[in-house]
């Protein structure tokens, strides 16, 4: 085959019609891939790759996942069929964008948004001070402003994790992964199968009980622990361990260096009963929260403004049925 980008100049005679799908061209001549130029490799896994793209109409950059739709198991299939569903349904400036995925080769190529500073686990481990805490009540706000609209949307995100929230030179969290999210019927209440991170996994997850919009808001706390101490809230050398330790809930103090009402939220997000652990909804009533929330929707609606002019002319309504069709 030509290499990748390359126009393919083989003889055509005698191939069948193109078919299409909306308005996306199926296994002719004319590659989606030719739209882009690759700039660098950010990820190579034993189901695809993930690369960094520029696109030749515009200079734009996007990731690119590719799928070897082939090898994946069912159940592989299944987390990726979910994660272009849960995407093509969301448009939030704070959640990773979907703009479209085509096949060709027999890989699945989804089309999303760039974040041009990496995971916020890599701006951890970049740190060489603790962050200051309007830095992490920004992260807060726009963790609470995406989960939020996803719960309001009765979608669980079920894998929140440093590795999975990624960040902008302009500061902003762009939430991604949504592989294990669930998207729920009339009850956003329950989902049956524990899934996660297990440095991340709820109380109630340990214990075999079902998933809920609170083992969310949990998972988040442990992220922003993380941001305040750079070490887990709930750590072990082995599973069964770390089981314990976050069944019996106790955790080292937050350094006194940030406010009592900031460690107050985070120590909110971690009670260990979920009746009593607050939902999104409440976490908003803080008033450290509510005023740190205001100021980041006044920037996210400036941002969707931008993001959806740029970017949505140039790729086909017909993108997310092609790709499901391809899965099934």
């Known amino acids: ?162 590795k999975n929230i990624f960040m902008t030179k302009k500061h902003k969290v762009k939430l991604g992964d949504f592989g294990l999210s669930k998207m729920m019927g009339n009850d956003i209440s329950f989902a049956s199968s524990a899934v996660g991170t297990p440095y991340y996994l709820s109380p109630e997850l340990c214990e075999g009980k079902s998933y809920n919009r609170k083992s969310d808001v949990w998972a988040l706390g442990c992220v922003l622990y993380e941001l305040t101490t750079f070490r887990h809230a709930f750590d072990a050398t082995n599973l069964p361990a770390l089981v314990v330790n976050i069944v019996q809930g106790t955790y080292q103090a937050m350094p006194t260096t940030y406010s009592a009402d900031l460690r107050e939220c985070i120590a909110a997000c971690l009670v260990k009963d979920p009746a009593r652990r607050p939902d999104l909804e409440d976490l908003m009533q803080f008033r450290i929260v509510a005023e740190a929330v205001g100021r980041a929707d006044e920037e996210m609606r400036e941002s969707m403004r931008r993001t959806l002019a740029v970017t949505r002319p140039f790729f086909d309504s017909g993108s997310v049925e092609t790709a499901l069709t391809a899965l099934k």
């Open 1 to 162: 085959p030509p290499r990748q980008g390359a126009p393919d100049h083989r003889t055509h005679a005698h191939r069948a019609p193109r078919e299409r799908r909306g308005s996306l061209v199926v296994g002719g001549e004319y590659r989606a891939m030719e739209k882009f130029e690759k700039v660098k490799s950010l990820g190579r896994g034993a189901q695809g790759s993930v690369i960094l793209v520029r696109r030749k109409a515009d200079g734009s950059r996007f990731v690119i996942k590719r799928i070897f739709i082939d090898d994946q198991s069912e159940d592989d299939r299944a987390d990726t069929m979910n994660e272009i569903t849960v995407l093509s349904n969301v448009a939030h400036p704070n959640i990773v964008a979907y703009y479209g995925s085509f096949v060709e080769d027999n890989i699945l190529n989804v089309v999303m948004e760039y974040a041009d500073n990496g995971s916020l686990f890599q701006h951890i481990q970049r740190a060489k001070a603790p962050f200051a805490e309007s830095e992490i009540l920004s992260i807060f706000a726009q963790l609470v402003s995406s989960l939020k609209y996803l719960h309001d949307k009765k979608i669980l995100h079920r894998d929140l994790k440093t």
